[in-house]
């Protein structure tokens, strides 16, 4: 059902202090390279890694497996993460999708979007798509950086912008700073979908 290799991305010999107890769907949408958003996603996410699911598998059956084989507790217990690079609204066999899967498990989304002209359009269709089916929205990153000029995502999208991912460079060449801004807007995402009870949190992530 998952691929027995998670994608890795981390640099070797080097480790970084992660937003453990986040799990989540990363859903890269179409026209995009998947294998080098898991990658650059690992390195955001200090070397956890990012499981594959099989294009035909049941997207209830693949969380329910995740679910048992990632605990609540204990607490420092590694996190998992889903790279699906499908349509989430996509039927997968049997009726079901990948949008009524994440809505019932309430697991949290980030979405991938490409950096070419008219990106804009097709991140806020895609996060009009998580609200409606009641997803929670980790938040919008891009590949690249976007081609919008006199267009600040962070204030025009209207939807949680995460930042841009690096491309065309080899994991072990990131700035470090960016990944690192990036993991804190995606770990103070987390931590206001747990307060505003969107997601549930494992019981150490509200602990002061």
């Not at 956890?48 to 605990?71: K, M, N, S, W, Y």
Request: aromatic share 6%.
């Amino acid at each position: 059902m998952l691929e027995a290799d998670a994608l890795s991305g981390a640099p070797q010999g080097q480790k970084q202090p992660g937003p453990h107890g986040m799990a989540g769907v990363i859903n890269t949408l179409p026209g995009l390279n998947a294998q080098a958003i898991g990658e650059t996603m690992t390195a955001v996410l200090a070397g956890q890694p990012i499981v594959r699911p099989h294009g035909a598998a049941d997207p209830f059956q693949v969380l329910q497996q995740l679910a048992v084989e990632t605990p609540a507790s204990p607490p420092k217990a590694p996190s998992s993460w889903l790279l699906v690079p499908t349509e989430l609204a996509a039927h997968q066999g049997a009726g079901t999708s990948w949008c009524t899967a994440l809505a019932a498990f309430r697991c949290p989304l980030v979405l991938v979007v490409g950096s070419q002209p008219g990106w804009e359009g097709q991140a806020r269709a895609y996060g009009a798509l998580a609200h409606q089916s009641r997803i929670p929205l980790l938040g919008v990153a891009s590949h690249g950086e976007p081609h919008a000029p006199h267009f600040d995502p962070a204030t025009d999208l209207g939807l949680p912008w995460l930042g841009s991912l690096p491309m065309g460079r080899s994991t072990d060449q990131l700035d470090p700073e960016g990944l690192w801004e990036l993991r804190d807007r995606l770990w103070f995402r987390w931590q206001h979908l747990c307060r505003t009870e969107q997601v549930i949190p494992t019981p150490h992530l509200l602990s002061p």
